[in-house]
């Protein structure tokens, strides 16, 4: 009996032994983990902001934002960043004005209408079209969404901001659809059933109760789903284009931030060169509106968070 007692003992003294040691070791490992993330946003912040400043010291601020024309490859170079904004702004536009409404009929009818078998089954159809390489995006808009608009309208360019804003509307799709759908299932029962009791057609009470009450996350994956349009870089590199213009048509050849930063990226640029740096400005401009998008999505979030 007293061996046992000491033997029992022994292995308490161990287990409180591990115990203390693997509480003094996994917050330090655990505190590494984030201190990396935190790191490498910080190197990528500074490498932008350092070779950006390089640039500016080369090319004129005032050119670079005040002036529309973008052409760093001519024999007197242009760099009017808003040819490229002009450009990234109307792929996103199209990306929404098709996401957007797609997204939400296809959340409100996995939230309120789909049986449980059913949205088992498309919304994991439905979210792999988030899992679909952006490369076979491009080439499908190149090769079978530009050829489908020429037919209807023969007036639009091989090149185009129309097909790729579709595809690329088609890719945040199961963004907008996923987070919305999750806001409006978190929408409590009891606020269905009342609005029901008090005489709503399912529709209204779909509409005037359950979207009001999740338009927080609503909004959030709008417009995390914005940014992620703002930066998609190979659907519109292979089909709108490199020919950046300050305009407002959609029919011919376009140029985004991203397709720019690929295009000098694949050997354009000498190292050192005003070309080389631009690089790090237009990808520091891209930079800072995916950063103002997310804190609008934050912003969003908290101000129109419903508490239940």
């Known amino acids: 009996m007293k061996s046992q007692n000491n033997i029992r003992a022994l292995i308490q003294k ?52 005040l002036e529309t024309e973008w052409n760093p490859f001519s024999a007197t170079p242009k760099y009017g960043i808003w040819a490229l904004i002009i450009g990234t702004l109307k792929i996103t536009l199209i ?29 994991p159809i439905l979210e792999v079209l988030a899992g679909i390489p952006t490369i076979v995006y491009g080439f499908f808009a190149l090769t079978l969404v530009t050829p489908v608009l020429r037919t209807m309208f023969p007036g639009i360019g091989s090149f185009n901001a129309i097909s790729p804003g579709l595809v690329v509307g088609v890719m945040i799709i199961p963004m907008i659809a996923s987070m919305s759908e999750d806001a409006m ?11 029901l009791g008090l005489g709503s057609t399912k529709l209204e009470m779909v509409f005037k109760v359950v979207i009001p009450a999740a338009t927080s996350g609503i909004m959030a994956s709008i417009v995390l789903a914005i940014s992620r349009a703002i930066g998609e870089t190979m659907i519109v ?18 140029q985004t931030m991203t397709a720019y930063i690929v295009q000098v990226s694949q050997g354009d640029a000498t190292n050192g060169s005003d070309l080389y740096y631009s690089i790090y400005a237009v990808g520091f401009t891209l930079f800072i509106f995916t950063l103002v998008m997310n804190f609008i999505s934050q912003w969003i979030t908290k101000r129109f968070r419903e508490e239940y």
């Open 95 to 123: 990306a929404t004005i098709f996401a957007v409404p797609v997204g939400l009929g296809a959340a409100i009818y996995l939230s309120e209408y789909a049986s449980k078998r059913t949205r088992k089954i498309i919304k």
């Open 237 to 254: 590199s292979l089909a709108a284009g490199s020919s950046p213009s300050f305009d407002l048509s959609f029919s011919h050849s376009i």
């Open 185 to 195: 299932s978190s929408v409590p029962q009891k606020i269905r059933e009342g609005a």
């Open 14 to 65: 161990k287990s409180n032994a591990g115990s203390s040691l693997s509480a003094k070791v996994m917050p330090i490992v655990l505190a590494i983990i984030a201190a990396i993330s935190i790191l490498t946003t910080l190197g990528i912040v500074i490498t932008l902001l350092t070779e950006t400043i390089t640039f500016f010291t080369r090319v004129p601020i005032s050119q670079f934002f």
